[in-house]
């Protein structure tokens, strides 16, 4: 096989999503397609390169294959270390010997990831993904092109055949630990992962299985939990344009605005043009002011007096100075 396919075969090992098709030209040349299916469309996959191929493939050379893609968007990669690069960013790539040529064939994903509006999770990020598991998997490759993520694919329930994706960083992530979660999904341990996790940490530093008493304490420490949320504000120290709003888990918000100015992965739509402009240092963030959640209410009735508490902020300010 080709020593470039080869290396992306190893590169992108445990991602599922590379694919790679092969056209033979005669028993000693072959042309390589490879793509990821997640970020890349396959409609456009086929419509500019696969059809033109296949039907001239006995007309094609090394050195007239780029006349016959017919795609808007199209250059020669010198530099093998850039494959990883086009890949992830929606480009397939096409490879006859060693001449390799990106095609821009990116999927039409035309929504970030959205906050979720129906229901806040506790502990851990408000994205929220709606759209079938191929396409969020995609939403996800779209902001972290690394071909170190990795992912594995397991379904579960006899009757839903529900499909769920592990992902991962290869050169982050503890092997042990990731195989120790593997196989608890495989023998079913986990038996709805859409239910939300008591404490992942509980089973992790090489316990198998928590005693039954220890499990019942975690959940009832679980349940008893206060929710602190508040009012926060996010600030551009450029623009002097702050966003201001009502949040359930004041840490957990703080915590992905840590993690989004750390690899400047812009956390709200809003913010995105100003975060492109002036960078994600230039933002700030700040809690206005905290309250727990009351016995009688639930997180709908939280949520809703949050916002009302953040209008409070907003409502004698100029709009020119709110995102």
Known sequence: MNKIINRLQNEFNKSPDLVIKSITINIFKKIYIAYLETVSSSNKVNDYILKNLILKKDNITKGNIASFIAAPNTLEIKNTDKCEF???NGFSLVIIDNKILAIETRADINRAVSDSQVES??????????????INIGLIKRRIKSSTLKTENRTIGRKTLTNISV????????????DNILEKIDKQIIKNVRERSIDIQKYEGGE???KNEKRKQAIYEY???KTTGGVYKITNTESKKSLIKGEVDLQSMQNRFNF???VNSCLNIKLQ?????????SFTFEILEETEMKPEMDRREFKKYLNEMAEKYTENMDPEELY
Do not use: H
């Open 121 to 134: 999770s506790i502990n851990g990020p408000k994205d929220a993904f709606t759209e079938n598991i191929q």
């Open 208 to 210: 198998d299985d928590m």
């Open 260 to 262: 989004s100015v750390s």
């Open 167 to 178: 992902l991962y960083f290869e050169d982050i992530a503890d092997k042990k630990l990731v």
């Open 223 to 225: 349940k008893e939990k």
């Open 273 to 281: 043009k100003d975060w492109n402009k002036y960078g994600a240092k």
């Open 86 to 88: 086009y890949l992830t």
